[in-house]
């Protein structure tokens, strides 16, 4: 997937296996395992349904929101996904042969066709709708057959834009069933549902901070090198293909000191392959030029990327969770928006300039912005401009967090609400 950034949801709407309830157990649940009939000890059952659109962005948002509704409150969660071998990347311990599987305590449905009609469904507390990609008619019909109506989400994209405060818990009720669809919206400013931050995260990244052997080890096991001099600048790069990287790696390459590039395996690959003189830049590899080393690193699972995000100096991170992870990262971080027809996401990309450049001066927020701009395609990328503020940038990453901490958290907050409304 990639996360678009508040972009128009998409149509898909395969329809749902049978299934019920998940269990907490952690243990992988064979698919003809018979579930429980109800939920214990009043716990909220809440089912996820999740089309993969583009890249892992629509998973990567799910997987997370289903873990942290489960561990921090409790929740018996089951996902509804309708392509499993995009998930398993993010969840290597998936197994495609499955349709119906259970991974930290949260039961993952295969979401296809089911092989024939009529099948029994079980309808959660809560239901939750990502991304608009529709819940199944014929779960949507369970849910008006229920005793009690379930509160029924449609879990919006990530936007910064004023408008969404608006429409934020906007209520739309069914044209044939008694049944109301809330939107929640993400968001970077009041009025929102904030964005997806783990209970742990901070005394996670704190630790991996302050520990050098944890963060040697980590360079050993994921690089295979040491950790780089203090003098060199770590950037990570994960992006979608963009023309704006050839200039960025003759700039690199001709930096007055070394900077040290950490491309996690994917869609910029070939760029560094053409640049380098390869026939593919996989994970593993190694490559110099100049002042610019550069190393290619196997896909990893989300609790991986957090820790790429800490080692880096710098991140360049694109769609939705990366950008939302490199804002917790407390990292200054370039931000690959996906594109859109007749660049309808330039406004979008100026929206969350807007939030997070309004703490710095104005010659530092003016850079931000070209080189944003530039990595998105308007104007050339200059690399010695952003390095001109990077004091200021790191600093403003920080201050950045104690603001967006403020919203509270996105399972927290959708957590409450889905509560209020169970009442």
């Known amino acids: 997937m990639s996360a678009a950034f508040a972009a128009s949801s998409a149509s898909a709407s395969p329809a749902a296996t049978a299934a019920a309830a998940p269990p907490a157990s952690a243990e992988a649940a064979d698919a003809n395992a018979p579930a429980p009939s109800g939920t214990s000890h009043a716990a909220i059952a809440a089912d996820l349904f999740c089309a993969v659109i583009d890249n892992y962005g629509d998973i990567g948002v799910c997987w997370r929101l289903a873990r942290q509704l489960a561990s921090e409150h409790g929740w018996q969660v089951r996902i509804f996904v309708d392509d499993l071998h995009a998930f398993q990347k993010l969840c290597p311990s998936l197994a495609l042969d499955r349709s119906r599987q259970a991974v930290s305590g949260i039961i993952i449905e295969h979401w296809r066709e089911p092989s024939r009609a009529g099948a029994t469904l079980e309808v959660a507390d809560v239901v939750i709708e990502a991304f608009g990609c529709e819940v199944p008619h014929v779960y949507v019909a369970a849910m008006a057959r229920r005793e009690r109506e379930p509160v029924w989400l449609n879990l919006e994209y990530l936007s910064a834009e004023d408008w969404v405060a608006d429409f934020h818990l906007r209520r739309s009720p069914h044209p044939r069933y008694a049944l109301t669809k809330t939107f929640f919206f993400p968001g970077l400013g009041p009025g929102t549902g904030g964005v997806i931050k783990e209970r742990h995260l901070d005394a996670a990244r704190a630790a991996f901070e302050t520990s050098s052997p944890t963060r040697d ?17 770590v950037v990570s790069l994960f992006a979608y293909e963009n023309p704006a990287v050839d ?26 392959a053409r640049f380098f003189g390869l026939s593919a830049f996989e994970a593993g590899r ?3 030029r100049g002042n610019l080393r550069a190393h290619a690193l196997a896909f990893t699972d989300q609790p991986g990327y957090d820790a790429l995000l ?13 950008f939302v992870r490199a804002q917790w990262a407390a990292r200054p971080f370039v931000w690959h928006i996906y594109p859109q027809a007749d660049d309808a996401h330039l406004p979008k990309l100026d929206a969350a300039l807007e939030h997070y450049g309004r703490g710095l001066a104005a010659a530092a927020r003016a850079a931000l912005g070209r080189f ?4 998105n395609g308007v104007g050339p990328p200059d690399w010695a401009d952003f390095q001109r503020h990077r004091e200021v940038f790191q600093q403003r990453a920080v201050d950045w967090t104690r603001e967006l901490a403020t919203l509270g958290d996105l399972a927290g907050n959708l957590a409450d609400f889905a509560k209020s409304q169970l009442k």
Do not use: C, M, Y
Request: hydrophobic content about 45%; glycine content about 6%; aromatic content about 12%.
């Open 310 to 322: 800490w080692a880096s100096d710098i991140n360049f991170v694109r769609g939705e969770d990366s």
């Open 247 to 272: 200039s960025l790696l003759v700039q690199w390459r001709d930096a007055p000191t070394p900077v040290v590039l950490l491309v996690p395996e994917g869609r910029i690959s070939g760029a560094l």
């Open 372 to 375: 944003w701009h530039a990595w």
């Open 217 to 233: 080890a980590w360079w050993q096991k994921t690089v295979g090198t040491p950790a780089p001099h203090a003098d060199a600048t």
């Open 286 to 288: 190694h490559a110099e």
